[in-house]
């Protein structure tokens, strides 16, 4: 590998992550950023071939970490235990964990939200995180480093009539990694959460797609535009590296300016 970031505060080269749900959109960006700057990376998601063809991707590049892909349902533990294994036995310890994959299923008043669906949410887009974290971070605190980073969203720094389960899911995410920060901070453990506005991919294409949703969320961007998932990835990157050195516990709104808007 060529080590391009040799000396700068972006040098991730020797880390190992796993990144959840990185077979398109956000996480692909993420998976494809990170091993740009030397990570080497296990690519997952639940179709394998979506998670190879990114690996492959990856792989082809003499510059970039090397990757393995590996089918994980994000909702199933067995699976996550089998994620952890199979990145131990490809790259050794996992320093980073991006906990990315998320589902986003109902839209609809509270009295309609059925245990059911906030148990599937909380499962994939807190519990997921719980897992992995629990099971990884003996292995980070055994090396002294190492990097949790929650994919949350900035629609959990609000209230919302109709976005009941996926907000509440987000939103104890984010606090769940606040406490991993100071429960962890002086082992050299550095937990995040990266809060994306709107982005270009396919959850996000409802909204995108229809002109009257896209005009309001516009309406509120201070750059006039959606986000990119290179974007996103950028955030994810900095706070991997030690670039991020110094920030611990944050939530890091990367949205266009949308959360800082009032008029
Ligand atoms: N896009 C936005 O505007 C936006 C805004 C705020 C926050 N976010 C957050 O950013 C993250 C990425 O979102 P995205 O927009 O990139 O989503 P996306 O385009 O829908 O991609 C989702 C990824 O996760 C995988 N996935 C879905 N369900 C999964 C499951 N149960 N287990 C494992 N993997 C699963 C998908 O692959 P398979 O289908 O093969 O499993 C795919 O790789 C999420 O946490 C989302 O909440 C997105």
Not at 186 to 211: E, K, W
Not at 235 to 250: E, I, P, T, W
Request: charged fraction near 20%.
């Amino acid at each position: 590998m060529n080590r391009r970031f040799a000396g700068t505060l972006f040098d991730l080269a020797g880390e190992v992550a796993i990144v959840t749900g990185s077979s398109r959109g956000i996480g692909r960006a993420i998976a494809l950023r990170l091993a740009q700057h030397g990570v080497n990376v296990v690519v997952s998601g639940r179709k394998i071939e979506a998670a190879q063809t990114v690996a492959d991707e990856i792989n082809a590049s003499p510059n970039s970490g090397r990757a393995v892909a590996v089918a994980c349902n994000v909702t199933r533990a067995d699976d996550l235990e089998a994620l952890c294994e199979a990145a131990e036995a490809a790259f050794g310890t996992v320093s980073v964990l991006v906990a990315n994959a998320a589902v986003h299923i109902h839209v609809g008043p509270s009295a309609e939200m059925s245990d059911a669906v906030l148990a599937k949410t909380m499962d994939a887009n807190f519990m997921a995180l719980h897992r992995l974290s629990q099971r990884l971070l003996p292995g980070m605190i055994a090396r002294g480093r190492g990097r949790i980073i929650n994919l949350s969203s900035i629609a959990a720094l609000f209230g919302s009539g109709v976005y009941h389960s996926y907000t509440l899911s987000k939103a104890t995410a984010i606090q769940y990694v606040r406490n991993l920060a100071v429960e962890h901070g002086v082992a050299g453990i550095r937990a995040n959460s990266v809060a994306p506005g709107l982005t270009r991919t396919d959850m996000a294409a409802g909204l995108i797609d229809d002109p009257a949703a896209l005009a309001r969320e516009l309406s509120r961007s201070t750059i006039g535009r959606i986000g990119d998932p290179d974007e996103i990835a950028g955030a994810v990157v900095f706070l991997a590296s030690d670039a991020g050195g110094y920030v611990n516990g944050q939530t890091l709104a990367v949205d266009g300016g949308m959360t800082i808007r009032y008029d």
